[in-house]
C-alpha cells in the first residue's frame, strides 16, 4: 500500500520524510527510549506513555496513531512512529494533523513529563543487560574523561566483561575471537606494534562507560541494519544530546569519536602516506591503502563519501582519520551510518586534536591550522574553512550560499559543518553559464584554487589542450593543475589509435583493459616521474617494501602521492577506453589524423618529452627491478639455510 | 518532478537509471534508449564550431503524449536524461536546469570517490539520495 510503503521509506532513510539532522538523533533517541523489542515494534505502553505526555488531546492521538499507519498495522514500527513524532510536532505547533503538515519544517515535538532520556536509558540497562549477549559494545572509539561518572556503571562493565572477555575492540554483532583477529590481521605496512595497542586500548576500555551498552539495551533486539542504522543514529544522538547538555562531553561511548592513541595511530599511518600532516592524501593512495582493510569496495565507497567532506577527491589529516576509523569501526562489525556522526566531522575532529597533550599532536595541530588557537566550534568551522580555504576559490561562496538555498535538503549533508565547507569546497559556478567550470572543478586535483573564466581558449600554454582533446576546449583549462602532466598525451593518441579499432563493440571492452593497464601503468610511472613535490624518488624507498607485499600497481600507487590524482585518472581513462566517462577523446577518435598536421611540431615536442620521461621512467623501474632482486636473493639465502637446518634435522635422510 | 532519470555513459551504456516504481520501467528504459538519437544529433549539429563552447544543457529532447523528455550532456559526452510527466504542471525551464545541475554535481562527486571506478554503474548512496529527490514524491506519501 502506498502510504505504507512511503511511510516505511520515509522511517527508513529519512528521506522521504525529510527529517533534518536534529529531527532524526531526536526521534531516534526517542524511539530506543520506547524499548523496541525484535522485530523493530515498539511497546505500545511506552509509545502510549509517549503520547500522553505531548500533552495533545486524546482525540488528536487517535489521528496521530491512524494517520502514521500504526493502527492500520496494529502496531509501531519505526517509520510509523517517526511519522506519528512529526504530526505531534505538528499538532503541538497548532498545524493540522494530516500528513501534509509532515513535510513542514516544524520544532521538535515536546513531551512533558517524559524523564531525561539518557537516564532512562541508563536504568533501562540493567534488566536488559542479560540479554545483550552478542550485542554487548565497548566501542573502539571513544574517550573517557570523566571517571566519578562511570562508577555506576562500572557494575554493569563488569558484568559484561565478564560474559565477553574480549580484548577490545569489540564488536556488537561478531564473535569474539573474531574482532581482534580482524583488528590485528589489518596490514598495514608500518606496523604498529599490535599487541602495544591492543594493551592501550583494553585499558582504555575497561575504564569506558558502557553508555552504548544501555542504547542498545533497548537496540538491542534489533535485528534487522535498518535498525542498527537507527542505533547509529541514537548513539550520535545521545552523544549530540549529551554534548548539549554538558559542556564538551566526552563521556559518552560513542564508538564513532576517535580515541587519543587511536588518533596516533591514524597520524603514523597518515605519516606513512604523506609526511606532511598538513597535506593531503591524494585518492588513489588512500584507494588503495583503504583496500587493503580487505572491505568490500561499496563500502568503502561509502565511507569516503562519507569522509570526504569537502568533496575534493582527496583526504586531509582529519578526513583521513574519519575514514579510518569508519573503516575501524565497519571492521568491527558496526554499520556505516547513513551520514557522518557528529562526532567524527572535521570541525570535531580539530577539536579532539587540540586536546590532546602530546607534544606530536600539537605539532601537527599548528601545522594543520595555525589559526586554531581557541577550541570554539566557530574558529574550528572557520579553520576548517581556512584549511581548505586555502585551496579553494573564495569568490564562489556566495553563489554557493544562493545554491544552498535554492536546495533545501541534501538527505546526507550534516547541516552545520557542510553547509560551510560546501560553500567553500566546491566552487561550483551555478550561477554562471559556465557549465565547464563546473567540469573542471570536478576534474581538478585538491589544490590549485579553480580557474574561473580561463575557459575554452585554445591558447593556452599548454599543448596538451590541442594533443588530446582536438576540440573539447571546456576541459583544458581543468589539466592546468601540473605542468608535468604533459606526459601521456602521446600516449593517448597512439592509445587511442589503438583502442579505436576496437571502440565499435563493446564487448572489446573487457579484453582492453589487459592494454590499457599496461599502458595507465606506463602513465602513471610518468606521471610518478615528473611529479613535482617530494622526488619519487624518495618515495620508493618505503614503497620498495610495499611493493615486495603488495602488488605492483600499488607501488605505483604510492609513486602517485606526487602526481594529481585527477589528471591521473583522466590520463589513463583514455586507455580505458570505453570504461570511463572523463573528458578526453571523444571526438578524436574517429578523426585522430585530423588535427596531426596542424600539431606535427608541437607533437613532436611532446614526443620528445614523452621519450624522455619513459627513459626516466625506465630508470626508476630498473631500479625497483634491482631492489626487488635484491629482496629475492635475501628469499633466496633464507630458504638455502632453512633447507640446511633441515638436513641436519633429518638424521638419516633416505635419499 | 521526474517520473525517470537516467545517466548514460559516453559508450552510450547506462550507468544509472531509476524509474518512479508504480510505472512500467521498461517502458522508461525504452524512451532513455530513443532519446538517445536525439541527443546524438543535437550534439553533432553544435560540434561544428569547435572550440565553441557547447551548450550543456540541450532542454527538451521531445515530447510526446504522456510525457517530455529533457537532455543534458557533459563535456566528457555523459548523458543525462530526465523524464517527466506532461500532467505535471510544467517545471519551467530553470527548474529542470537546476535538476540537471544537481545531477551534474552528484555525479561529479560520485566519480571524485577514488572507489568508483569511471565505467561501473553508479551504486553511490549519496547519488540515489539526489535522484530520490528529484522523483515525483506523490507516491510516498498518498
Not at chain 1, 595 to 617: D, F, V, Y
Request: proline share 10%; hydrophobic share 30%.
Amino acid at each position: 500500500m502506498d502510504p505504507e510503503s512511503g511511510v516505511a521509506s520515509a522511517g527508513a532513510g529519512g528521506s522521504f520524510i525529510s527529517l533534518n539532522e536534529p529531527e532524526q538523533r531526536y526521534y531516534s533517541g526517542l524511539h530506543s527510549l520506547c524499548q523496541a523489542d525484535a522485530s523493530g515494534t515498539l511497546s505500545s505502553s511506552k509509545v502510549a506513555e509517549l503520547f500522553k505526555a505531548s500533552q495533545l488531546p486524546p482525540e488528536s492521538l487517535h489521528k496521530v496513531t491512524e494517520l502514521c499507519g500504526a493502527k492500520r498495522l496494529g502496531y509501531f514500527g519505526t517509520p510509523q512512529f517517526f511519522v506519528a513524532l512529526k504530526l505531534l510536532a505538528a499538532a503541538q505547533s497548532g498545524l493540522p494533523i494530516h500528513l501534509e503538515s509532515v513535510t513542514a519544517n516544524l520544532p521538535l515535538p515536546r513531551f512533558v513529563g517524559l524523564k531525561n532520556e539518557p537516564e532512562m536509558r541508563y536504568s533501562a540497562v540493567p534488566p536488559s543487560i542479560d540479554g545483550q549477549g552478542a550485542q554487548c559494545v565497548s566501542a573502539p572509539g571513544s574517550v573517557c574523561r570523566t571517571p566519578a561518572d562511570r562508577s555506576t556503571f562500572r557494575h554493569l562493565e563488569a558484568k559484561v566483561e565478564k560474559k565477553e572477555p574480549w580484548s577490545p575492540p569489540r564488536s556488537p554483532s561478531s564473535s569474539p575471537p573474531r574482532s581482534p583477529l580482524i583488528y590485528r590481521g589489518y596490514p598495514y605496512t608500518k606496523k604498529r606494534n599490535g599487541a602495544d595497542s591492543q594493551i592501550a586500548y583494553e585499558s582504555k576500555h575497561s575504564s569506558r562507560p558502557i553508555v552504548l551498552l544501555e542504547q542498545h539495551s533497548s537496540p538491542s533486539n534489533y535485528g534487522t541494519k535498518a535498525n542498527a542504522e537507527h542505533l547509529a543514529m541514537a548513539r550520535a544522538s545521545s552523544s549530540e544530546r549529551l554534548d548539549q547538555q554538558g559542556a564538551v562531553d566526552y563521556s559518552d561511548d560513542d564508538p564513532w569519536r576517535i580515541t587519543e592513541e587511536q588518533l596516533e595511530y591514524y597520524t603514523n599511518q597518515f605519516k606513512t602516506l604523506q609526511p606532511d600532516l598538513g597535506a593531503l592524501i591524494l585518492g588513489t593512495i588512500a584507494k588503495n591503502f583503504f583496500t587493503k582493510s580487505k572491505l568490500p569496495i561499496p563500502e568503502l565507497s561509502h565511507i569516503w563519501e562519507l569522509s570526504d567532506v569537502d568533496r575534493d577527491g582527496a583526504l586531509t589529516f582529519p578526513e583521513f582519520c574519519t575514514a579510518f576509523h569508519l573503516i575501524v569501526a565497519r571492521k568491527n562489525g558496526y554499520p556505516l551510518p547513513e551520514s557522518l556522526p557528529p562526532t567524527l566531522r572535521p570541525g570535531v575532529m580539530q577539536q579532539e586534536e587540540d586536546i590532546p597533550d602530546t607534544p606530536e599532536d600539537r605539532s601537527i595541530i599548528e601545522r594543520l591550522q595555525p589559526s586554531l588557537a581557541t577550541t570554539k566550534q566557530d574558529l574550528k568551522e572557520e579553520s576548517c574553512k581556512q584549511a581548505v580555504g586555502m585551496k579553494r576559490m573564495t569568490t564562489s561562496q556566495e553563489k554557493r550560499t544562493l545554491q544552498l538555498g535554492a536546495f533545501p535538503e541534501r538527505p546526507e549533508a550534516p547541516q552545520d559543518l557542510d553547509p560551510h565547507m560546501r560553500t567553500k569546497t566546491r566552487p561550483r559556478s551555478h550561477s554562471s553559464t559556465s557549465f565547464e567550470d563546473v567540469m573542471k572543478k570536478a576534474e581538478e586535483p585538491p589544490t590549485p584554487p579553480p580557474r574561473p573564466q580561463k575557459t575554452h581558449s585554445r591558447a593556452s600554454s599548454l599543448d596538451l589542450n590541442k594533443l588530446f582533446q582536438q576540440g573539447a576546449p571546456g576541459i583544458k583549462s581543468g589539466w592546468f593543475p601540473p605542468p608535468p602532466a604533459l606526459p601521456p598525451r602521446p600516449l593517448t593518441s597512439q592509445v587511442s589509435h589503438f583502442i579505436n579499432v576496437s571502440e565499435k563493440t563493446p564487448q572489446n571492452k573487457v579484453q582492453q583493459p589487459n592494454f590499457a593497464d599496461f599502458s595507465r601503468f606506463r602513465e602513471e610511472e610518468e606521471s610518478s616521474v615528473k611529479s613535482e613535490e617530494q622526488g619519487p624518488r624518495s618515495r620508493f624507498g618505503p614503497s620498495t617494501e610495499d611493493l615486495a607485499n603488495a602488488s605492483k600497481q600499488d607501488g605505483i600507487g604510492v609513486c602517485h602521492s606526487q602526481a594529481p590524482q585527477k589528471p591521473l585518472r583522466r590520463k589513463y581513462h583514455p586507455e580505458n577506453q570505453n570504461l570511463e566517462t572523463v573528458p578526453p577523446p571523444a571526438m578524436p577518435f574517429p578523426t585522430p589524423t585530423k588535427p596531426a598536421h596542424k600539431l606535427l611540431s608541437k607533437q613532436k615536442r611532446e614526443i620528445q618529452m614523452a621519450i624522455r620521461k619513459n627513459k626516466e621512467t625506465n630508470a626508476v623501474l630498473t631500479r625497483l627491478n634491482s631492489e626487488l632482486q635484491q629482496q629475492l636473493k635475501v628469499v633466496h639465502q633464507e630458504r638455502v639455510t632453512l633447507e640446511s637446518q633441515l638436513e641436519l634435522l633429518r638424521p638419516l635422510a633416505p635419499t | 518532478m521526474a517520473v525517470c532519470i537516467a545517466v548514460i555513459a559516453k559508450e552510450n551504456y547506462p550507468l544509472y537509471i531509476r524509474s518512479v516504481p508504480t510505472q512500467n520501467e521498461l517502458k522508461f528504459h525504452y524512451t532513455v534508449h530513443t532519446s538517445l538519437d536525439v541527443v546524438e544529433e543535437k550534439i553533432s549539429a553544435v560540434g561544428k564550431s569547435l572550440g565553441d563552447q557547447r551548450e550543456l544543457y540541450l532542454g527538451l529532447l521531445y515530447p510526446t503524449e504522456d510525457y517530455k523528455v529533457y537532455g543534458y550532456v557533459t563535456n566528457s559526452k555523459v548523458k543525462f536524461v530526465i523524464v517527466v510527466d506532461s500532467s505535471n504542471t510544467s517545471l519551467r525551464d530553470n527548474e529542470i536546469r537546476s535538476m540537471f545541475r544537481k545531477l551534474h554535481n552528484s555525479f561529479t562527486d560520485v566519480m571524485c570517490n577514488p572507489f568508483h571506478n569511471p565505467g561501473d554503474t553508479i551504486q553511490s548512496k549519496a547519488f540515489d539520495g539526489i535522484v530520490s529527490g528529484m522523483m515525483v514524491q506523490t507516491a510516498s506519501y498518498t
